[in-house]
């Protein structure tokens, strides 16, 4: 009886000395698992609205930056129109042993040539996160996996200090 009256003591006064002292911040972000061997990125765009995400990004605190590139790009940036599938935005990254070499992120007109610029914006700026090596991740922040959330519901349309704190963390 005696120790287990001292076992639970021993729990409550732990668990209030965790709340005096407080725990540390958690981040929201989470890797996709790759990451560009340079943080030079250089990249083409083929067609849609992406320069402004771009801007965002290189003006972000971030020790990455997008290069404009015709010849030696390792990211395609491009549009495509398919109202049958679910997706306003989707990345394809080629990735070996934790390395990018390659990336490929498209908006879908079908839904985003509808979209305010902001709105848009929060749609390129998201798979650009991929393209750098964020994963999806829940509450408002842009890497919310669905423009509807990320966008209508918490008004997110550019990098927030999660998302530079993961950056930051993975290069």
Known sequence: MRRALW????????AVG???VGS????????????????????NISSGSWATAVAQWNAAAVPTYFDYSTSSARVGL???NNSSVSWDGLTGLTCSGGTTTYATAVINGAYTDSYSNYKLR????HELGH????DETSGCRLMHPTTEVRYS???ISSPGSDEVNGINALY
């Open 7 to 14: 076992a639970i003591l021993s729990t409550v006064a732990l």
């Open 18 to 20: 965790l709340l005096a």
């Open 24 to 43: 540390p911040p958690a981040s929201a972000w989470t890797s996709n698992g790759c990451t560009w061997e340079s943080t030079t990125i250089r990249y």
């Open 78 to 80: 491009g549009t495509a």
């Open 122 to 125: 929060s749609v390129t700026a």
């Open 131 to 134: 393209v750098l090596g964020l």
């Open 153 to 155: 519901s918490c008004g």
